[in-house]
């Protein structure tokens, strides 16, 4: 208690301080003074008399190196909440952090530990877990375990949506002809699929556009008779709407 302590690297002295009443010290190495990899301490304890003691040698891994960026990708660019699965590879035994980010602003973050033989790993939501509907910009950093931390990662955008698409609406007229192929126009989700029925039965599909939402789905060759149509729009996500109101069609080949 109370003696003089002063710590080395080999030969070098990395600072000195005094040890507490009960023994304890703490000697902080100041930065530029150890070079990376194994390194060897001991300390020196001196008393008032001038009695000098030497410990042991402590073999310490100094890691200055900060890690590679994560690799970030994802199967499921738009996704429901509950069906967000992030893959990636990162340095093995660091510790990454995954950061979700909606308008310029960090919505939440989640940690995931790397596989300790290759560094790839996969983040899940939990069951129950719900994320807003919106477009995430998605990062992740890595720590490693001396604590150094790497670069942010490239971006990846994932987009959440658990949200069915609004009721498409058919602007074309109910009419009579005698084109077994009639086509229907109309307005839906963008970039949503939009498929075309009489009853339960699909006749057609096509994409609505995916700035406008404008769409004309043509139906494969019809008998001659009446039909009652109506279109569904299934997003990205998987999501169906409701049918639209239907539009009726008399096919007259006669």
């Known amino acids: 208690p109370l003696t003089t302590i002063e710590l080395f690297n080999d030969q070098t002295s990395l600072g000195t ?6 023994g304890d010290f703490s000697i902080s190495v ?3 003074m150890l070079d990376e990899g194994l390194t060897s301490f001991n300390v020196a304890s001196t008393d008032s008399a001038g009695n000098t003691a030497t410990s042991e040698i402590l073999e310490i891994n100094i890691d200055l190196t900060n890690p590679n960026p994560p690799v970030l990708s994802t199967a499921t660019p738009v996704s429901t909440s509950q069906n967000v699965l992030i893959t990636g590879q990162a340095e093995v035994g660091s510790t990454v952090t995954v950061v979700y980010e909606l308008d310029g ?7 995931v530990n790397p596989n300790q033989s ?11 877990e719900l994320i807003p509907d919106g477009t995430y910009l998605v990062t992740a950093f890595a720590t490693d375990s001396a604590g150094n931390t790497s670069n942010v990662s490239d971006q ?3 987009t959440i949506d658990d949200t069915a698409p609004g009721k498409p609406t058919i602007s074309t007229s109910s009419t ?4 077994t192929t009639p086509t229907i126009s109309g307005t839906a989700e963008a970039g949503s699929t939009v498929k075309l ?3 339960s039965t699909e006749l057609g599909s096509t994409t609505a556009d995916g700035t406008s939402g404008a769409f004309t789905v043509t139906s494969f060759a ?3 008779g009446s039909y009652d149509l109506t279109v569904k729009a299934t997003d990205a996500a998987g999501y169906t709407s409701c049918a639209s109101d239907l539009v009726s069609f008399m096919i007259d080949t006669a």
Not at 17 to 22: L, Q
């Open 30 to 32: 100041p930065d530029g």
């Open 197 to 199: 029925f009489s009853g």
């Open 222 to 224: 019809l008998f001659k």
């Open 118 to 128: 290759d560094g790839t790993f996969v983040l899940e939501q939990e069951s129950g």
């Open 156 to 158: 990846l955008s994932i």
């Open 176 to 179: 009579t002809t005698n084109v």
């Open 17 to 22: 301080t005094t040890a507490s009443s009960s």
């Open 105 to 111: 602003v960090q919505a939440f973050a989640e940690t």
